[in-house]
């Protein structure tokens, strides 16, 4: 099998880099091992470069403008797929115990946060309100991007590994996969998250998250917006459940929720919003972020000419989606950005 662009990984970031190079006339396949075991699937999707203070600079750039093109990023996909990605800019409201500064952001006392969002911790001394972060229902917005990519003639093959890349010299010549075929392409794109290490030494390891969600069981959805504490995020979906999340573990590949881990995550949220006390439970899942050493993501090129890097999205790969799409596309496109500099892999070796 030949094609102009084979794209390893099925995520977020694998399809909305299918999906814009297939818009710009290549053909273009993916291989994905398991759609539901990535960290797509298991991410809370909230938008918050301002509300998590990345600091100024590549990454905080990167981040603002991939922000800045959600909104007509989310409606192409609709469009094509028919399908909701759940995008709302709802805005995040970061409650504290007690007041520290922060950057580009609104400070609302205690009255003043409990008239935006009511029944908060009476712990809670204020909060700092960003109103141009938001979130993306990120398992819709996952399905959104497989149907539009199926619609537009993109070839998904699903439940397929990559065993191996085929080199010759500085140039990558074909994969070996699981069903013993071999595929080859012009341009090969790297989108395999959590599990790079596999194909390539590059320094993306696992960084494990549990997460639950509950049920609201009111007419009326309670939360208006994202909470983002010190130590929890609490996201509302306006089907009415509540995201709960996360743990950060450094503990590989090791599968499955802990008591540990729940006790923690329900501990810090019922503190900081007491109502979610009284919510049925819903599901509990777990993913395993990209992370990289330091904690930027792998864009760009890599030591083979035909091969490029989409990897170590670490907490921001649902952000980062349509920028990440539209660099790696211009790249393969032999248009290149100053932007990628920052993000080369080459920054890990002396």
């Not at 998590?52 to 469009?79: F, N, V």
Request: with cysteine; proline share 6%.
């Amino acid at each position: 099998m030949t094609t102009d662009v084979l794209i390893i990984g099925g995520g977020v970031i694998g399809l909305a880099t299918a999906i814009e190079l297939k818009l710009r006339s290549h053909s273009v396949t993916i291989i994905v091992r398991d759609f539901l075991s990535g960290a797509s699937h298991a991410a809370a999707g909230m938008l918050a470069p301002v509300a998590e203070q990345i600091p100024p600079g590549a990454m905080l750039e990167l981040c603002m403008l991939s922000r800045q093109l959600y909104s007509d990023w989310t409606s192409k996909i609709e469009h094509i797929s028919g399908l909701s990605t759940g995008y709302w800019n709802c805005g995040i409201l970061a409650p504290v115990y007690e007041k520290i500064s922060r950057n580009n952001a609104q400070w609302l006392d205690k009255s003043a946060t409990s008239q935006h969002q009511p029944n908060l911790s009476s712990e809670v001394a204020g909060s700092w309100w960003y109103p141009e972060d938001g979130q993306v229902d990120n398992r819709a917005l996952t399905n959104a991007l497989q149907a539009c990519a199926i619609a537009i003639g993109v070839i998904i093959q699903d439940k397929v590994t990559v065993k191996s890349f085929i080199y010759e010299q500085n140039r990558v010549t074909g994969v070996c996969t699981t069903t013993n075929d071999l595929i080859h392409a012009e341009h090969y794109v790297l989108a395999t998250g959590a599990w790079s290490q596999e194909l390539l030494p590059i320094p993306v390891h696992p960084k494990k998250g549990q997460m639950l969600s509950v049920r609201v069981t009111d007419k009326e959805l309670p939360l208006k917006q994202v909470l983002f504490g010190s130590d929890i995020y609490i996201v509302p979906r306006t089907d009415g459940r509540i995201i709960i999340g996360a743990t950060s573990e450094d503990v590989g590949f090791t599968p499955h929720n802990t008591p540990a881990g729940m006790q923690l995550l329900l501990q810090q949220a019922i503190r900081l919003y007491p109502p979610l006390q009284n919510y049925p439970i819903e599901e509990f899942w777990w993913g395993f972020r990209p992370a990289t050493p330091d904690e930027l993501p792998i864009l760009g090129a890599s030591p083979y000419f035909n091969l490029t890097l989409a990897t170590g999205h670490y907490r921001n790969g649902i952000l980062l989606a349509p920028v990440t799409a539209n660099l790696i596309a211009d790249v393969i496109n032999n248009k290149t950005s100053s932007l990628l500099e920052h993000f080369h892999y080459s920054r890990f070796y002396s």
